[in-house]
């Protein structure tokens, strides 16, 4: 019990420096793909503490990274990242959106545990209302549509946390750690293309966290794992007409209006699943030039779900038909672009209840629930089903801490304990995976 | 003038006879490729009279009919016009729908003119009102469904008068005449089975009426031309799809409902056109087999139509790219059959003009407009402008009559008058383009 | 223990009456408001064997009935009821479609038990092929078009075995039995009246059943709860429009062909629900005249569904927004008529729990789990949730069975050991809730 | 004659002034409503010749005026007029989009004439290639999005060069001239407010042109008539919903793209119009904030044509009856504002024969055909039809000239021939009209 202890002493001694690191990444709060400044600091931070690390093309294959933007995009966040304080040697690496980072620490045979942290801002104009915290301190977001509001400022603290402890406490471990800095997790984006590049090929044990509200259990700290989140599929979709004069010849044109309207009621109208919750949703939809123009274009953002990936699956092939014959019908041509995807997730029963029990040995509270229903969509869902695949085990937990608001919204915050709450839970659980007794 | 004067004489002398024949094709009345009956008779007369007469194979190509009906409907109909008192040995060539006869007199060199006749009913219910002239006297027509509710009944019975008077006067005709009785003008369905047999090639003059309406020109007789008929397409159509339980897996089927409503509204919006007036219409749609059933089938029966040939081939095109479609969008499949088909038609100014010459020499009342605009759609079309395309001229003249009620009513009744007045007029005609000293 | 060996005993006497009974009911099928044969025997059985018998305005409420024919048909079916066979005496309530009947038992005071019969026929040809039982014995529906499919013929039948059998052991019982034979279950159409008029207020326990294949279960004989069938409601809907020529005034008309086909596509795009499954089906649509006129009515059959009611509700309303909308929209009016309903259901699990041990103790074999997923929609559910509001307690248990096929098949059939289950599984139960002892 | 000599000679005099005018008119191309520079210069230069001027409140009536921008915009534009050079004292009539001025000069008693120029740019951003003659020889828009694509650069300049001409034989006039210089006619959006206060009113003669392409009649001048331009109506449509999560939520909002879509494909099938020519068009949609939210907002851009104002009336209100059943539908309301709207116009044919005889006698060439077909739409027929339903004639000639490309094309120029001779045109025939002989 004492390196339990000991963990649990470190994470609270942490605190001061993890607060001061974690509203230094709100202020300069990256959307996907452009957590250059955060990659660089995270990376600078593992290769400090003696971490092996690894950045840019080593960390997310290239043509499996989902809705990254155009290079001169790029080019211009690189150019903030550094101007915004970026280490110099390390973002490097990450021009043209190659962000995200791996730390890996080997203490000898065992086996290997992944630990996933992710990194990115999201596209919300954060408020700046008097009685919203990082507003009234002067750390809220200096990238205008970017902000921390869904709390990864606090995973990627976190997981610099869990580095500095597992460091502390590595000749009491067996095996080898990796602790994953994920890039672009909002809309899906990121995972995928770290499973592609081999990250998660003989992980034994793999866990996340994700902060959650505690409305529900106030005084629980942690849910030990998560069931249901739904798969998804998220396309960009353009139309391609012909404009015409709409009033001397509007046969002359074909109209990706039609083809676009006819595909949002056809989506929409995609027959429900016996097999359980389908959803569909056309989310934007930009279309025409002029009043007096037969419309040549329409862009539209659509996503499809499922309760399992199977029912995703059948959404998405299904709605990709629709977009295909909605536009031919129209003599319109449709090209559509994977933006996003994830599927679902279920943390291993046996893996949540161990952690349950290490957990409840050390102190903590938890719910009384061990899985808790997970609802939207996560793309660790990719790495937990690669690991569960090949005989290894995961799971989702929640660490339970106040929120000011809920996720996504622009006033969101959250109570820093969540901080050494985070890495007490990720530290004792790999200690109890990997101590010298263990398998 | 003479001999002007004796085609009067005798038209009129005729009026008793061609009454009691109209109202025998009136009581008997046949649909398209059900008219052996009327075919029959009409053979049968034409050979007593001394023309050369073609009946069955001769007639239409079997294969350009459109709308034809299945073989067990067709027999059923061949022993009902047998039961009806069809000429035994002349109904027999019509058996399987090969209905329409034609009826050759040769006078020798000369040009040729061809008369057309059309001598369907249609699908309406007679009225039983006691103030419906043809039921108070006992004349409507016994086939339930089938009602000379468009004038064929008196077409065709002025064919017959006109094939006396001129067998009466072909000593003063140079040329051949040709007396086409047409079957299924009714849904535009056999005119172009009689072009596809060759009948019209050679044809110098062609001239056709239709009994019209005098409510614009109750003083009138006739008007000498028609322009702007619509040119049209009529198909069936039925999407296959693949029928599941609503409730319980409604993912399972094909919804063919889907289709079918999104081919409608989709039919509908198809862009007018530039270029002049087109039309749409989705005027049948039966689907599905009940409440809790995913519907595995759609039947509609559509038609496309516009001002010109052109314009309505726009529209017919984009409204089979449409079907098609809808019924892939929804993983079904879809057939369709044209049934019917008519072109657009314009009489030659000059042959109109020159009608009106012989006509108001003979004393007939004529329009002040040469060229009445037709609307609707006459499959007479592909008669003209087979006539027209080879050089020679054609019109389409409108016999003006008193009507009970407007064409496709089933209360519609002529004033008989219009029998004898069609002979007048085709004969005098005929004799102009055809005496001794024309061309 | 000797009551319970008792009823077995009795229930395995009457097998050779009831099936020759059951094959009887199955004869003479009769669908929804129909069953006049049906009520009239089981009335005169009833009342033979001592029950106080309500039949007639007794037993539904007049209004109340959905789905009931014209007035003509129900005149006709009468005949064909007397025809067939009818109590002369009983017959008469039914007139005008007032089938069902209640027998009531009274053995002093005590709690009160309801039983349920669903007793009609569905709209399905039965199958003539060799090896389908009913036919090859000659006992196949002699109604065209009314089947039973779904087994409510045994339903019917272990009813009057259940009558038969409480009434032999009355003197044990303390309390009231109500026997309730259910017209017109198929499409949903009939408990909801027997509730209206009362027959359900101060029922303490309340007890149905169906007939359910065993095919996974196959040495089962019962399962005692049911849950999670569908809430739904069926309406008809019919849209008037105007009809106008298709080619000559297309906009004269107010076309109900394109309110139809909106209405189509809006309803199966009503939002999917956030709370559990929904279904929306348009089962059938039949629109339209003819192909060269405006249409000017149409008429569908459409359904929804919810996992619970007030998801069903959602729908329901949703849809009815829709179609008032779609016929607004084009210039015509809707007019619909529920023609169905059902809440949904689920057993209380004491009750349940109960019965598996009273069966147990009776040596039946039971399912492992309590509660079946019902799957698709009871309008025994009305009832359930009547006595479940009031504060008694309800099930719809279960009886295995071997079956043919599938329920609504045309070749369904089932095992008649089921019927002599079917005694044994009721009696046993009313026996243990109304001993002397009990309660 | 000698007056019409005059006429020709100062017309040809000025015309090095007009075409600098012209190309200044062109560089500081404002569009409607924003004609704050141009109307100051004309209402300067008006007032210097000697007319009578109004200007501001009294031209337009400011709540007939058609899409105009918000104020803070107009604030915009009047500070960027003055920074362009606009008249000090003039332009501050304009504030707040109150443009347009109108020159009155009165010769006694006789009739009254009025001239139309239509003044504003349109939303075009100019080409800047080398052979595009205003960018090439640097006269070309300075004020992005707006371009003078129509010629009304070309109309106002004449305006001005009437105005001199005519003031120089005024002894030789009896009655009135008005002329107006019309604000905002691209959009339709201007003329209606013109007449609404009123300036109409007790016009015996109207004129106005349009600079029209020369390629069908390359030799002549002038067309005297037009006919059968389209009327038409423009609306700005919003749907407002309510969002909710398309994930967790999908029922919690109401779907504003459901009430467009459904809008689209419904406004695009509203029946064809047996009377003629309809158009309707949705040019331009805009729903939806992200991806998975339920989208809660739709702004639309439409617009409806007909061959007369009664075809296009049909066409409007059967749309705005689609709107509001489309948002109902779906739980949306919809709000919808007039942006432009033009009636259809005609030309006196007696007026445009007047005009022929004058012209010809002064030696110009005209198109053989009185009235062209004018194509798209006009508000120029506010006017036409107020003076015309008041017993008054008018007409709209086309003054033929070469143009570089189409109008609202972005290489559009016209030969400045083309303003002697609208000076040449329009003052002939106001002398015709108003000399001491006439009437």
Same mark, same amino acid.
């Not at 659509?302 to 779900?305: D, K, L, Y």
């Given at each position: 019990?004492?390196?339990t202890?000991?963990i649990i002493t470190q994470?609270?001694a942490?605190q001061p420096?993890?607060?001061?690191?974690?509203r230094d990444?709100?202020k300069?709060a990256e959307s996907g793909?452009?957590?250059m400044?955060t990659t660089?600091i995270i990376?600078?931070?593992l290769?400090?503490?003696?971490?092996?690390?690894?950045t840019g093309?080593?960390?997310c294959?290239?043509?499996?990274r989902?809705?990254?933007?155009?290079d001169a995009?790029l080019?211009k966040q690189?150019e903030r990242a550094?101007?915004?304080?970026a280490?110099?040697?390390?973002?490097?690496?990450?021009?043209g959106?190659m962000t995200g980072?791996?730390?890996?620490?080997?203490?000898g045979e065992g086996?290997?545990?992944?630990?996933?942290?992710d990194?990115?801002?999201?596209?919300?104009i954060?408020?700046?209302d008097?009685?919203?915290?990082p507003?009234?301190?002067?750390?809220?977001?200096?990238?205008?549509?970017m902000m921390?509001?869904c709390?990864?400022?606090?995973?990627?603290t976190?997981?610099?946390?869990?580095?500095?402890?597992?460091m502390?406490i590595k000749e009491h471990?067996r095996?080898?750690?990796k602790l994953?800095?994920?890039?672009? +997790?909002?809309?899906v984006r990121?995972?995928?293309?770290?499973? =592609?590049k081999? %990250?998660l090929?003989? &992980?034994? /044990?793999? @866990?996340?966290?994700?902060v959650?509200?505690?409305?529900?259990?106030p005084?629980?700290?942690?849910?030990?794992?998560?069931k249901?989140?739904?798969?998804?599929?998220k396309?960009?979709v353009?139309?391609?007409?012909k404009?015409?004069h709409?009033?001397g010849?509007?046969n002359?044109g074909?109209n990706a209006?039609?083809a676009?309207a006819?595909a949002?009621l056809?989506?929409?109208a995609?027959?429900?699943?016996?097999?359980?919750?389908?959803r569909i949703?056309?989310?934007?939809?930009v279309a025409?030039?002029?009043?007096?123009v037969i419309?040549?274009e329409a862009?539209?953002e659509?996503?499809?779900?499922g309760?399992?990936?199977e029912l995703?699956t059948?959404? +998405?092939n299904?709605?990709?038909?629709?977009?295909?014959?909605a =536009?031919?019908? %129209?003599g319109?041509? &449709?090209? /559509?672009? @994977?933006?996003?995807?994830?599927?679902?997730l279920?943390?291993?029963?046996?893996l949540a209840?161990?952690?349950?029990?290490v957990?409840e040995?050390?102190?903590?509270?938890?719910t009384e629930?061990?899985?808790?229903?997970?609802g939207?969509?996560?793309?660790?869902?990719?790495?937990m089903?690669?690991?569960q695949q090949q005989?290894?085990?995961?799971?989702f937990f929640?660490?339970?801490?106040?929120?000011?608001a809920?996720?996504h919204n622009?006033?969101?915050?959250?109570d820093?304990v969540?901080?050494q709450?985070?890495?007490k839970?990720?530290c004792?659980?790999v200690y109890d995976l990997l101590k010298?007794?263990?398998?």
């Open positions: 019990m004492q390196i202890e000991k994470a609270e942490l420096e993890m607060v001061a690191q974690r990444f709100h300069y793909w452009f957590e400044r660089s990376a600078r931070k290769t400090e503490l003696g971490y092996e690390v690894l093309e080593d960390v294959d290239r043509d499996a989902m809705g990254v933007a155009d995009t080019d690189y550094i101007a915004q304080g280490d110099p040697e390390f973002v490097q690496a990450t021009r959106g980072a791996i730390g890996i620490l080997r203490c086996p290997t545990v992944a630990l996933r942290f990194i990115d801002a999201l596209g919300v954060e408020s700046q008097a009685d919203h915290r507003f009234a301190e002067g750390w809220n977001s200096v990238n205008p549509g921390h509001a709390g990864h400022d606090g995973h990627a976190v997981g610099l946390g869990v580095a500095k402890v597992l502390d471990l095996g080898t750690v994953i800095f994920q890039p672009a +997790e909002e809309g990121g995972a995928k293309s770290i499973v =592609a081999g %990250h090929n003989g &992980v034994d /044990y793999l @866990l996340g966290t994700h959650t509200g505690n409305t529900k259990y005084n629980c700290m942690v849910c030990p794992g998560a249901d989140s739904l798969a998804t599929s396309y960009d353009i139309f391609h007409g404009s015409a709409a009033g010849s509007p002359g074909n209006m039609l676009a006819t949002v056809n989506l929409q995609i027959p429900r699943h016996g097999g359980g919750a389908t949703n056309v989310g934007k939809l025409g030039s002029g009043r007096n419309c040549d862009f539209m659509i996503e499809t779900r309760a399992n990936t995703n059948y959404v +998405e299904y709605a990709l038909r629709i977009l295909e014959n =536009a031919a019908m %129209h319109c041509t &449709v090209e /559509y672009k @994977l933006m996003g995807a994830a599927e679902s279920t943390s291993d029963v046996s209840q161990r952690l349950r029990k957990w040995a050390a102190g903590f509270t938890l629930e061990d899985m808790m229903t997970a939207g969509s996560e793309d660790f869902s990719y790495m089903n690669a690991v005989g290894g085990q995961a799971t929640r660490t339970l801490t106040k929120l000011s809920g996720a622009r006033r969101f915050d959250f820093e969540f901080l709450n985070g890495v839970l990720f004792t659980a010298t007794t263990t398998k």
